[in-house]
């Protein structure tokens, strides 16, 4: 027995300055392979008394254990050991840059029609749409502004053809007639999209957005107009107060006409709306005028509302600060990386208008 | 239109300030865009301090004086003058003004080496006294607290300068301005003085409206003046048109201008001696010519109503005059005209001559028919006063006579339009102070239209009146209603909105161009489309709308490249023009990449772009749209600006005619026309009209859920086919074999070269089997190989390779 014990006395001590796998892989054979010292004390069982085979039995199980713990033990620490300079040697630098990004943006006059559209669509307007390229009648003689009318030279128009009947639309307003025609009453529509002039300076551009409006049922009046405006200005803006103005003006298809400031000032040379004593204008609106509802075959004694016109790239360049409309349309690489929105960005009433 | 307090005191007794009576114009619609004096040569010159006067470094008799002219900064000035001191206040005159002794105009100089920014003034430059030995020494009392406030008071009186809008003709008066104001409630205005003019003798130039059918005159009123002398205006009356901006001319001519501006009736005096015999209104006739006042020969054509006499025409009635017949210094007798013309002659005659008058301006947009005495009493009166002579009696003819507008109005009208109320009372009030005349039948007010008030036609425009002179601070905000009448967006508008953030999202710019281009880029891209010239263009190389979405895109691509970007991606989504009628549109996305992928990366090989990066793009975008990936096939029919081996169209169907999208390499020769230059340059483009709309809702698809737990294999195959065998139609081959079991075939080699033959290439798949009833065992999996093999082979003539 004594014999064992020095045995076992001797390998603990062996394996606890063994730092190589393969040696107490070998180890392990020399105690527990089939000759292996162990393993043949366990053969002599066989051979002594059961009394002293009891003793002597329970005694190598416990070596054995102690052994086989130890070694498992050992070989565990040596594999760790082992992985962790493994792992270490495999160590890069992870401060080198990352794969190529390619980052995308949404130039800011979507995003401003995608935030409008959000607005409006949150008090039950749907969006329609029309074409580019529009007849006389359409953007003019149907608005209640006949051939001869002075008010058509507000409007520099882009013509296609010598007889001046088909031209590129002016403003958003044709929009409300082919809206009417096509369907019946009532009406709650807002129609963004391109519109032109024939006018090119800094702060004109010969193309530019609008987003027209259009409320018509049965009982839509002023006060209804106001309260939409009113609304659409706050959210838009993301403020709380809006100082708001509506004065009297003329468009041949309203009446009532009323062009809108809203109140802003100057401040560390950034414009802060909402407050201050400067009035801007920002857009223009009124009654449908009776004589549009005719032309677009709407009782006039049975239907009224309210209808308007606002200049998107301004909205754009007042939230966001940008000061040239020109740039725009530009396509500098620079300014639309710098102005452009993520298009993951999208305007929502429960996410937010904007980051 | 401009005119100063003063004027509108003519016309407005008023206890309001100016600040006052500038808030009310803007309520009422008469928009105020600004309220200032005119400005003066004399304003730049302002109060300064001289806060260190040195010796000039150059010039023992010049000083060096750093002056401090209430700006952040001081400015340094160089000064001859021996009084120039530290501390002295005097007068500093900025780069650019003009010194009134000798009407030079400053800048920056150098003097002995010296940089002189502007100088400081002696009371002789300033042409105040004789004294030019030094510079002027303002008292420190007065001016102390001055220092960079104008030397110069400016005298003249602040001018009001209304944006009229077209329906108000009768504000482009002052009367009718104060008109408007005392409605308001700003004042009241004031009676006309009934004239005590006496006339002597008849007019006897005769004068005909000849009754034609193109007739642009109605009205023709006229008396004549003999034995004026005409001269320069007196100071009230100069001033007067200083501030409208005019510059005087003769009182004659100063006269007829004042009595337009001041009562919104336009005027024209005729030398009577240069009035060959008798006046004829009349239409003309193309070619009939006349030099006008503008010193303009004006060549006319058809229709056009002409004032003229025997010897032609003399002017264009309500436009312009002409010189044959103009008032000079030693003019002696006066024809005055005052009439009537249709805005619409009047519109389509200026228009077509290209002329604009204030004459002009004024009687298209509708003058008061009934003001023709008026005009003429108010004008002669002041003629006589200034410039003596004889009136005769006043002689009006007319072809036509005016008709009253009278509405009948129900004041319920009004609040169902506004949503508030205003007492009958009030509204009556209104009306009449605005000129109607108003009666009451019950409920109804019968209302005589004044005929100053063309615009004023029906119900509805008295509805504004009453609400823009009451004040639109009275109309109640109502809290928006939110009922729906329809989805926000149709399914078009979806996708325009999922396809921009699906392409943005791989890394495209999103820009916005023009709808018009060079027509010579857009040549290049127009394929079988008609060009769209635009008639009025705004430049020469905007003239046409585009035919495709690439034009602008390629072209600003080029002068990002030039700026010295390599790697570029942009995209737009708008319009591209198929014809030239409403509607002949289609929607399209277009993008552009340029350059290398993965440039300058540390860890990745730098590769120029290729088609797959923009097939990519599109098929993604496709997917995330919701187009269903089975329905799409592609094609190497392309337009003609793409590589014609490096593109590919997507179709939704084979037997669709319209792809709805294109990619691939652009036309080399496109990159040399444009001289664009890049290393590589892909496009591709969308076409959001073509799309068919799903017909399954996404809550329909996501409910036919169904997957399989068998097993499933893989198996790889390659095959030695004909070069030109498309990989698409080998994939569809194998899984025409049998749809059910094999869910997916990928190529995922292509090789030719070594150890294929000539002509040849090897085309490796991978085909994913898999059954949704039972586990396949190797022999169920042998029978679909061996079908697999026969169907390439024989159906495609490709052979395996063993």
Redesign the interface.
């Known amino acids: 027995m004594s014999d064992i014990k020095k045995i076992k006395d001797d390998y603990i001590d062996k394996l606890s300055t063994e730092n190589n796998i393969e040696k107490v892989n070998y180890i392990k054979s020399e105690l527990f392979g089939k000759n292996g010292i162990i393993s043949n004390e366990f053969k002599k069982l066989g051979s002594i008394s059961v009394e002293e085979r009891k003793k002597l039995a329970s005694d190598l199980n416990n070596i054995k254990d102690e052994l086989q713990n130890k070694i498992s033990i050992k070989i565990q620490e040596i594999e760790t050991k082992e992985i962790n300079l493994k792992l270490e040697k495999e160590k890069i630098d992870v401060t080198?840059?990352e794969?190529?990004i390619?980052?995308?943006?949404?130039?800011p006059?979507?995003q401003v029609i995608?935030e409008i559209?959000s607005i409006?669509?949150?008090?039950?307007?749907?969006?329609e749409?029309g074409?580019?390229?529009?007849?006389e009648y359409?953007n003019f003689t149907a608005l209640n502004t006949p051939d001869?009318?002075?008010?058509r030279?507000?409007h520099d128009t882009?013509?296609?053809?010598?007889n001046k009947e088909?031209l590129?639309r002016t403003h958003t307003s044709p929009v409300q007639v082919r809206t009417m025609l096509k369907g019946k009453p009532?009406?709650?529509i807002i129609a963004p999209g391109?519109t032109?002039r024939?006018d090119?300076d800094q702060t004109h551009a010969?193309?530019f957005h609008q987003v027209e409006g259009l409320h018509i049922d049965k009982?839509i009046?002023?006060?209804?107009l106001?309260?939409?405006l009113?609304?659409f200005i706050k959210e838009f803006f993301e403020v709380d107060k809006i100082k708001m103005r509506?004065?009297?003006?003329?468009f041949?298809f309203t009446?009532?006409?009323?062009?809108v400031d809203i109140g802003y000032e100057i401040n560390n040379g950034k414009i802060v709306i909402g407050e201050g004593n400067k009035w801007l204008e920002i857009l223009g609106c009124g009654?449908v005028?009776?004589n549009v509802l005719k032309n677009v075959n709407v009782n006039p004694s049975k239907y009224?509302g309210y209808a308007f016109g606002i200049g998107i790239d301004r909205l754009g360049m007042l939230k966001y600060g940008i000061n040239d409309l020109r740039a725009?349309?530009?396509?500098?690489?620079r300014w639309?990386?710098h102005f452009?929105f993520d298009?993951?960005d999208?305007p929502s009433n429960y996410r937010g208008l904007s980051r | 239109m401009k005119f100063t307090v003063d004027w509108l005191k003519n016309h407005l007794d008023t206890k309001f300030n100016n600040n006052q009576i500038i808030d009310k114009l803007t309520n009422i619609g008469l928009e105020v865009e600004s309220f200032e004096s005119s400005t003066s040569e004399l304003d730049t010159f302002i109060v300064a301090k001289i806060i260190n006067a040195k010796t000039h470094p150059n010039a023992d008799r010049l000083k060096l004086c750093d002056v401090d002219i209430g700006s952040d900064k001081t400015i340094e000035v160089v000064c001859g003058a021996p009084n120039a001191k530290n501390g002295l206040l005097t007068v500093y005159a900025p780069p650019g003004s003009i010194i009134p002794k000798n009407q030079m105009k400053l800048s920056v100089s150098k003097i002995r080496g010296v940089t002189s920014h502007g100088m400081l003034c002696s009371e002789s430059e300033l042409l105040l006294s004789n004294e030019s030995e030094g510079i002027i020494e303002l008292k420190n009392k007065k001016y102390a607290n001055n220092i960079g406030e104008k030397y110069f008071k400016n005298t003249s009186e602040k001018v009001i300068d209304l944006s009229i809008t077209p329906n108000r003709p009768d504000c482009l008066g002052v009367r009718g301005i104060a008109r408007d104001l005392s409605a308001a409630g700003a004042g009241k205005l004031k009676i006309n003085k009934k004239s005590n003019l006496k006339y002597r003798g008849n007019q006897n130039i005769n004068v005909t409206i000849k009754k034609e059918k193109a007739q642009g005159c109605t009205i023709f009123g006229s008396c004549l003046i003999k034995g004026v002398t005409n001269k320069e205006s007196p100071k009230w009356l100069k001033d007067k048109i200083l501030s409208l901006g005019q510059k005087p001319i003769s009182a004659i001519v100063d006269i007829t201008n004042y009595i337009m501006f001041d009562l919104n009736r336009p005027l024209h005096a005729y030398d009577a001696d240069k009035i060959d015999n008798e006046i004829i209104v009349r239409s003309s006739s193309k070619g009939e010519s006349f030099e006008a006042l503008d010193n303009k020969k004006y060549i006319l054509e058809n229709d056009m109503c002409v004032i003229s006499d025997r010897s032609g025409v003399l002017g264009l009635g309500g436009i312009i005059g002409g010189t044959r017949s103009g008032t000079e210094y030693s003019t002696k007798n006066i024809l005055l005209e005052s009439a009537y013309f249709l805005p619409r002659s009047i519109r389509k005659t200026s228009k077509q001559l290209n002329i604009d008058t204030d004459a002009k301006f004024r009687f298209e947009r509708g003058i008061d028919p009934l003001s023709i005495e008026e005009g003429l009493i108010k004008a002669s009166e002041l003629i006589k006063q200034i410039c003596g002579g004889e009136i005769s009696n006043l002689d009006v003819k007319k072809i036509e006579n005016y008709k009253k507008t009278i509405i009948n109005f129900d004041p319920f009208l009004f609040e169902k339009t506004t949503g508030f109320n205003v007492e009958n009372k009030e509204l009556i009030k209104i009306l009449e102070k605005l000129g109607f005349n108003v009666s009451k039948n019950k409920k109804i007010l019968k209302l005589v239209v004044p005929s100053w008030r063309p615009d004023i036609t029906q119900p509805i425009d008295i509805v504004e009146e009453i609400v823009r002179i009451k004040g639109y601070e009275h109309i109640n905000i109502s809290e928006p209603i939110k009922t729906r009448l329809k989805p926000t967006l149709n399914y078009y508008q979806k996708l325009f909105h999922f396809l921009q953030r699906s392409v943005a999202s791989k890394g495209y710019l999103e820009t916005v161009t023009w709808s018009f281009t060079d027509s010579k880029i857009n040549q290049l891209f127009k394929e079988n489309d008609e060009e769209i010239p635009i008639v009025n263009p705004i430049s020469s190389d905007l003239n046409v709308l585009r035919n495709s979405i690439f034009p602008n895109l390629i072209f600003y691509l080029k002068k990002n490249l030039d700026r010295g970007f390599k790697d570029i991606s942009l995209f737009e989504i708008g319009p591209s023009f198929k014809g030239k009628n409403p509607g002949d549109q289609l929607t399209v996305i277009g993008g552009v990449r340029a350059g290398k992928v993965s440039r300058l990366s540390w860890n990745d090989k730098e590769r120029i772009v290729d088609t797959f990066d923009v097939k990519k793009v599109v098929i993604q975008s496709l997917y995330e749209a919701g187009i269903n990936k089975d329905d799409i096939i592609i094609d190497d029919r392309t337009p003609s600006y793409y590589h014609p081996g490096k593109s590919g169209g997507v179709y939704q169907n084979k037997k669709e005619k319209n792809a709805i999208a294109y990619f691939g390499e652009i036309h080399p020769n496109i990159i040399k026309k444009l001289d664009i230059k890049t290393e590589g340059l892909v496009i591709f483009e969308i076409c959001l009209d073509y799309i068919r709309e799903s017909k399954q809702k996404i809550k329909d698809s996501k409910s036919e859920y169904k997957f399989s737990d068998y097993q499933k294999s893989e198996r790889d195959f390659a095959f030695i086919i004909n070069k030109n065998f498309k990989s698409q139609e080998l994939v569809n081959i194998i899984k025409s074999v049998d749809n059910k079991l094999i869910k997916s075939v990928r190529v995922f080699d292509v090789f030719e070269g070594e150890n294929i033959p000539e002509g040849k290439k090897s085309i490796a798949v991978n085909v994913t089997i898999q059954s949704e009833e039972k586990t396949l065992n190797e022999n169920d999996l042998d029978n679909i190989n061996k079908q697999i093999i026969s169907s390439v082979e024989s159906k495609s003539g490709a052979k395996i390779r063993s």
């Open positions: 080198l840059p794969r190529n390619e980052i995308g943006k949404i130039h006059v979507s995608d559209s409006f669509s949150e008090i039950g307007f749907s969006v749409e074409p580019d390229v529009e007849n359409n001869n009318h002075p008010a030279d507000m882009f013509y296609l053809d010598n088909l590129l009532p009406f709650k391109r032109y024939s090119s010969p193309m009982n009046n002023m006060g209804h106001k309260g939409c009113n609304y509506f004065r009297p003006s003329h041949p009446e009532p006409s009323a062009e009654m005028h009776p009224q725009f349309f530009e396509t500098d690489y639309l990386s452009g298009p993951l999208v």
